[in-house]
């Protein structure tokens, strides 16, 4: 079945330092991809979004990467913030549907 | 711009109880979305609307879920009877429905089944 999956549940960083979270995507044929922030009691939130014509995308101090090659996509922040502090998922398009990854908890240390 | 309007934001009731939860999506948004959020995971598909017509239902338990959005705009989902495993955040989404658009999500109410 379609999966989306991010490789690392939790991640930890130095505020001011730059935060890389990871996808994997199993279907080639996802056409589109969006990155969401999920703060505690609340929605996802959309960060950046990037189609599958394109391998790079940015945004404030948000980039998307995307490599269809091995289906992979990374959300990097620069300069991370306390309040960048949140669950990260991806999501992956494929048809009609959105599949979404699991989650990576970003944990700002000040 | 007002976002996705979700009520109520807390429920509990007991198993086999029903439940009814609604949403209002953006306005011009003709593309409706209810996820269900398991603890832990991410958002998972139930149902998704084009205006009054539904798009997707596959993954939805359709001998105890149902969803409506009679007139395009406001939807509402309900669960009768309710099981232990439905406890979980219910979000709706919405977008402007041309392809490759992105979702805007509403806050979510969370069911609790005891």
């Known amino acids: 079945g379609e999966s989306v999956g991010l490789h690392l549940p939790t991640l930890s960083v130095q505020e001011g330092d730059n935060s890389i979270i990871n996808c994997a995507y199993s279907?080639?044929?996802?056409?589109?991809f969006i990155w969401y922030k999920q703060e505690s009691g609340k929605g996802p939130q959309f960060i950046i979004d990037?189609?599958?014509?394109?391998d790079k995308r940015q945004g404030q101090r948000v980039t998307v990467l995307l490599n269809k090659t091995v289906k992979h996509l990374s959300l990097q922040i620069a300069a991370t913030q306390p309040g960048d502090s949140a669950v990260y998922f991806c999501?992956?398009?494929?048809?009609?549907?959105?599949?979404f990854g699991t989650g990576t908890s970003l944990t700002v240390i000040p | 711009e007002a976002g996705v309007a979700q009520s109520p934001r807390y429920k509990i009731i007991e198993k086999r109880q029903s439940v009814a939860f609604w949403c209002n999506p953006i306005?011009?948004?003709?593309?409706l979305y209810w996820y269900q959020q398991i603890l832990g995971q991410g958002p998972k598909l139930l149902i998704q609307?084009?205006?009054?017509?539904?798009?997707?239902d596959s993954q939805l338990p359709k001998d105890r879920f149902s969803a409506e959005r009679l007139k395009g705009v406001d939807s509402t989902l309900k669960i009768q009877p309710a099981k232990l495993e439905d406890s979980a955040v219910y979000l709706c989404?919405?977008?402007?429905?041309?392809?490759?658009?992105?979702?805007?999500f509403g806050d979510g109410t969370r069911l609790s089944i005891l």
């Open positions: 279907n080639s044929a996802s056409d589109y």
């Open positions: 990037i189609r599958s014509n394109m």
């Open positions: 306005s011009g948004h003709a593309t």
């Open positions: 609307f084009q205006n009054n017509g539904v798009v997707d």
């Open positions: 999501a992956g398009k494929t048809g009609n549907q959105f599949y």
């Open positions: 989404a919405s977008s402007l429905g041309s392809p490759n658009q992105p979702q805007h």
